[in-house]
């Protein structure tokens, strides 16, 4: 059902609060409930097998969102992890769950590429015990209490975080809304989230599946479709990248004669707000491994976990330096 996704939103500020406090007393206390990985009770002291169904490697956020999480989940930190790229194809996702609950894994993390079309699955995963966590998006399901936990950004604030800033330094732009891939939890919230703000200014939309070539494809198609934009809001970097490429074939000049608003701030991205070619970009961070390790060996442990943890995010604009982006992890 809806629920799921819907509740999140609403509650996304109270459970954010709660849980940094809650990361901050993992981060800092260690010595207490948590720390003692050898004597207590569950699967401490085991090795944690996970089954991680990963959904591609579509942009720079996923490939250092895979890396965040390879690092953390490793043979040392008392994981046997089983990672499995979908390449961003539903049918190989659900494959590959139902391989982690053939092999019986302790713990299945997963992020569904798109929310629908899980109920099945997630039925057969509930009926085998095996625990959920979802990761990074977001699923839409009319299974009861699919998942014990989930771990991800608010995407609905990152496009109302984005609509805020055009309504305040370009509230008369014509936008063109750079979709990602529809149906998505990604898609789905930031252009509820910028749509709220400042929807009247959008002029037409389409989806470039969060690549830059698709990116790119989707641009060259909309400057002949829409000759008046003067804004792409685009879901990512990668595809904003893409648009810089086909607004330049065209002769035109991106963040002046086409000003563009985007989602991530991995390396590139902010490489082009430094070179005034973006003109914002809202984090949104990819970088949550231990946080996601953290929660899979608690709920291993059977240990009680927040619901929801909201990895934080902010945003830039084109005063950051490129010292900045030198000292951007990714
Ligand atoms: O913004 C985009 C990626 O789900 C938050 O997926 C993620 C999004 C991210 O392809 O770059």
């Given at each position: 059902m809806k629920g799921n996704t819907r509740t999140r939103t609403a509650i996304a500020g109270a459970v954010s609060a709660i849980t940094i406090l809650a990361l901050a007393a993992c981060g800092g206390g260690?010595?207490?409930?948590?720390?003692?990985?050898?004597?207590?009770?569950?699967?401490?002291g085991d090795t944690i097998r996970v089954g991680f169904s990963q959904?591609?490697?579509?942009s720079g956020w996923r490939t250092a969102n895979t890396e965040s999480v390879k690092a953390s989940l490793t043979k040392d930190a008392g994981f046997d992890l089983t990672f499995v790229d979908a390449q961003q194809k539903q049918e190989n996702q659900i494959k590959a769950l139902r391989d982690f609950v053939a092999q019986d894994v302790d713990v299945i993390a997963f992020s569904p590429?798109?929310?629908?079309?899980w109920d099945e699955v997630l039925q057969e995963i509930k009926d085998s015990g095996i625990p959920v966590v979802l990761v990074d998006r977001t699923v839409d399901t009319?299974?009861?209490?699919?998942?014990?936990t989930w771990i991800g950004a608010d995407f609905k604030q990152e496009g109302t975080t984005a609509g805020e800033w055009v309504k305040e330094n370009a509230p008369d732009a014509k936008i063109f809304e750079l979709q990602?891939?529809?149906?998505s939890g990604a898609q789905v919230d930031r252009e509820a989230g910028f749509g709220e703000v400042v929807g009247d200014q959008i002029i037409g939309k389409a989806s470039g599946n969060f690549t830059r070539a698709e990116g790119k494809t989707a641009v060259e198609a909309a400057l002949q479709a829409y000759p008046d934009m003067t804004m792409i809001f685009t879901h990512n970097d990668d595809m904003g990248l893409g648009a810089i490429e086909a607004i330049e074939a065209a002769g035109k000049v991106p963040g002046k004669d086409i000003q563009i608003v985007s989602v991530d701030g991995v390396r590139d991205g902010l490489q082009a707000l430094v070179d005034k070619k973006f003109n914002y970009v809202v984090e949104c961070n990819p970088v949550f491994g231990d946080q996601l390790a953290d929660l899979i060996k608690k709920v291993a442990d059977g240990e009680d976990v927040p619901k929801e943890t909201i990895v934080i995010d902010k945003a830039f604009d084109q005063t950051i330096t490129q010292a900045d982006v030198d000292a951007r992890a990714y």
């Open positions: 260690d010595t207490g409930a948590g720390g003692d990985s050898g004597s207590s009770g569950g699967s401490s959904l591609g490697a579509e590429v798109i929310e629908t079309g009319t299974v009861d209490d699919p998942y014990v990602g891939t529809l149906g």
